[in-house]
């Protein structure tokens, strides 16, 4: 989870509160499997992992389609309750999703992916590298 103005500090605070630099390693060992840290969403702040392990709030939209399980329906009600950007890759199939503004897109590629994250979350904050840097390592993590 990507946050934006809205600060999400009840979620943070639902989780473990880790304020470290984005990293490849960093990234790969809270999304390991079996791992303390692994179920639940990972909030990035201003350019940092802020918390990982935090429990988001599940949409009550029951018209979404029946295929995307807890997951995505725990995204797209975090994008509902806030101006955040969800980053939602399957357990299952690899597919890359986003939720925003109540809506939730699928099927992205990782240039697709890449393009509307630094277009989301770069555009406002030009110049300030520590976010491409966090932006940068987490589509490294998601490319593989």
Do not use: W
Request: charged content about 25%; some cysteine; hydrophobic content about 35%.
């Amino acid at each position: 989870v990507l946050e934006r103005s809205t600060s999400l500090g009840d979620v943070v605070d639902s989780g473990t509160y880790v304020d470290a630099e984005i990293s490849d390693p960093l990234i790969e060992n809270i999304f390991e499997p079996n791992t303390p840290l692994h179920d639940g969403a990972m909030i990035i702040r201003d350019g940092r992992i802020c918390a990982s392990g935090c429990f988001l709030p599940l949409s009550q939209n029951y018209t979404i389609s029946k295929e995307m399980g807890t997951r995505h329906r725990a995204a797209l009600g975090m994008s509902e309750n806030s101006d955040a950007v969800v980053v939602v890759v399957s357990e299952e199939t690899g597919t890359i999703s986003i939720a925003q503004g109540g809506v939730i897109e699928r099927n992205f590629t990782i240039p697709q992916l890449e393009k509307r994250l630094y277009h989301e979350i770069l555009r406002k904050d030009e110049g300030e590298q520590q976010k491409e840097v966090g932006v940068k390592a987490l589509l490294r993590k998601v490319k593989k």
